[in-house]
């Protein structure tokens, strides 16, 4: 049996409805849930009107479709009925209505190209856009070859040798300072995926391998000239004729928003108790993945709940939190912490938590547009964050206090409901009296009388005492990270009080 959220809760004005999507502004009616949605795609109901027939779809028949009671939606190439849609939409009905009868791909991509559509509208599906005819002069390449060669020689290329036992792939990105964190490399089923990223571009090496090779293999990378090398182990020690067949997005340099998001099979390892609700989920990538999550980005983990595909975000943190943390060596693959709060009627989180020691569950490539130099050039680093907003800080403070000298304070504002929810309070306290540049305070919204700490809620005249810069001209860096009411709020609170866009990092989706 599904635990199904019941439909009175959350209560219809709490902030939980709110907060369903990280972008929502619309509360939910009740019963118009995620799991009310799947249900409702699985009574067999015909939600297109078209009694489970596909057509082709003319941009002239799309446009007419532009009504909230009769709304068609295009996204690559597709077109689905979203009528019935309407009112489940997190991001509600007039965020759906801009793209009412027209392509929403690109407003898609902006707002939430990771959740997959496809398979949460499979039952809105209407058809196909019908090709129009292309006048292209002859031998012009698709638009994603276009963008690589126009930049020819800063386009990255790519070579291969072979011992009797190892293939090396070598890819020349052309670019300096290429480090571990650019460079993402999976090999499942003899089909090879080597990924570089460039700033908001993606070059990738996309083969199916000639022949088996084995599980583990080994990425080296020669920052200062940009050189890559993926080492392969053949599984039989035969001469390769070739690389293998190039796979469809091979040798291609797009911007990354045009690479639809990859995913691998990582085991849960451990599960250990934070608070509560809040539990530390240690994942294992395979022996033949090199992936490692930058500060500041997350990863989208991906389960299959009554037969839809589920996707939400999450922010990798480290094990714990000690100065100087270096990932330690270990057998198998690396691993990816992430520190995830239950909630009792949360759709994703519930299915986690249900998961056993030894499942598999599928992960991202890491996203997110947090740039470590933004932190690099500062003096004061002043972090906000509520609840599972902590997430992102916990990088954040390690990169911090370990790699940036020029950092004079490092302060973190903790916002939560009880003392009982406050996540890793020892260890943050802990970490104050280790470093005297680092400082923790607690705001609680719901104290019992024993409290003798900060209480409230976000507020200007809370925020005006703690983002003080340490020197009147220092330079200042503010990240937030919360339910999104607080993220909104604060960031007001911050411009109003004289700080300017860039001295401001917003974390979400
Ligand atoms: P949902 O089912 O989406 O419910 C969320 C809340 O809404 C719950 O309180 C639920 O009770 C309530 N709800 C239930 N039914 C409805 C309804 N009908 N209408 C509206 N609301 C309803 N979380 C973490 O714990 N750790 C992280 O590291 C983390 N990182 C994140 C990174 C990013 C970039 C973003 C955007 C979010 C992150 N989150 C993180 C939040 C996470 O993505 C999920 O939103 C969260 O785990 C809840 O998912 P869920 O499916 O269990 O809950
Ligand atoms: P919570 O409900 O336990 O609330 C924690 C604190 O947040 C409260 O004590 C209060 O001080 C503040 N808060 C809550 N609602 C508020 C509101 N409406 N206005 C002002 N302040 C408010 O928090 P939680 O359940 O741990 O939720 C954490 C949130 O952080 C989730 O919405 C999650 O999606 C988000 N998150 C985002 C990212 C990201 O964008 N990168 C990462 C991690 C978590």
Redesign the pocket.
């Known amino acids: 049996m599904l635990n199904v ?1 019941p ?1 009175a ?2 209560a219809p004005a ?1 902030q ?9 502004k619309v ?10 949605w799947i249900r409702l795609t699985k009574s067999g109901k015909d939600l297109t009107g078209l009694k489970g027939r596909l057509i082709e779809v003319t941009e002239d028949e799309l446009a007419k479709h532009n009504k909230k009671e009769d709304c068609w939606i295009c996204i690559r190439g597709f077109v689905y009925n979203v009528t019935p849609y309407m009112e489940y939409h ?1 991001g509600g009905e007039d965020e759906l209505m801009k793209a009412a009868g027209s392509d929403g791909t690109d407003l898609f991509d902006q707002v939430h190209r990771w959740v997959n559509y496809e398979s949460m509208l499979k039952e809105c599906l209407v058809g196909r856009m019908a090709v129009k005819p292309i006048a292209a002069p002859k031998g012009m390449l698709p638009e994603k070859k276009v963008l690589g060669a126009s930049a020819k020689g800063l386009t990255p290329s790519y070579d291969w040798f072979q011992t009797d036992s190892l293939i090396t792939v070598v890819i020349y990105t052309k670019q300096k300072d290429v480090n571990a964190e650019l460079v993402i490399v999976d090999c499942q089923d003899k089909q090879l995926r080597g990924e570089i990223i460039m700033d908001d571009h993606s070059y990738l090496v996309e083969v199916d391998l000639d022949h088996a090779v084995q599980e583990d293999l080994a990425v080296n990378i020669a920052e200062k000239v940009g050189k890559v090398e993926i080492i392969l182990k053949k599984k039989d020690n035969i001469h390769w004729k070739m690389l293998g067949r190039p796979l469809e997005s091979h040798n291609t340099l797009i911007k990354r928003t045009g690479r639809g998001l990859f995913y691998r099979k990582c085991k849960l390892v451990s599960k250990t108790e934070v608070t509560h609700d ?1 539990k530390l989920f240690c994942l294992m990538l395979p022996k033949s993945t090199h992936l490692s999550v930058p500060t500041g980005q ?1 990863v989208y983990l991906k389960q299959i709940i009554a037969g839809t595909e ?1 996707v ?6 480290l094990p714990f939190l000690p100065l100087d943390f270096k990932e330690p060596s270990c057998h198998g693959g690396a691993h990816v912490y ?15 938590d249900h998961l056993q020691i030894g499942d598999y569950i599928s992960v991202s490539s890491p996203e ?1 547009n947090f740039k470590k130099s933004q932190v690099q050039t500062s003096e004061d680093l002043f972090l906000l964050a509520a ?3 902590f ?2 800080m916990v990088k954040l403070l390690n990169f911090a206090l370990t790699e940036v000298s020029c950092l004079r304070t490092v302060k973190l504002i903790f916002f939560n409901k009880t003392e009982d929810d406050i996540l890793w309070r020892s260890q943050l306290e802990q970490l104050a009296l280790k470093d005297e540049r680092f400082e923790v305070q607690f705001v609680l919204s719901q104290p019992t009388k024993d409290w003798v700490g900060k209480h409230g809620k976000i507020s200007s005249s809370l925020l005006c005492e703690f983002v003080k810069r340490s020197r009147k001209d220092s330079k200042v860096l503010i990240c937030i ?1 919360g339910p999104t009411p607080f993220t909104e709020q604060g960031v007001q609170y911050l411009k109003d009080l004289g700080y300017s866009q860039e001295e401001i990092h917003a ?3």
């Open positions: 959220p439909q809760f959350p709490s939980q409805r709110v907060a369903a999507d990280s972008r929502a509360p939910l009616k009740p019963g118009r849930s995620l799991m009310d997190p809040t997350h589920v939400k975000p999450y922010t990798p943190v992430l520190m995830i709060k239950i909630y009792s009627c949360g759709l994703f989180t519930q299915a986690l997110g609840g599972t907003g997430t992102p990270c974390f979400s989706a």
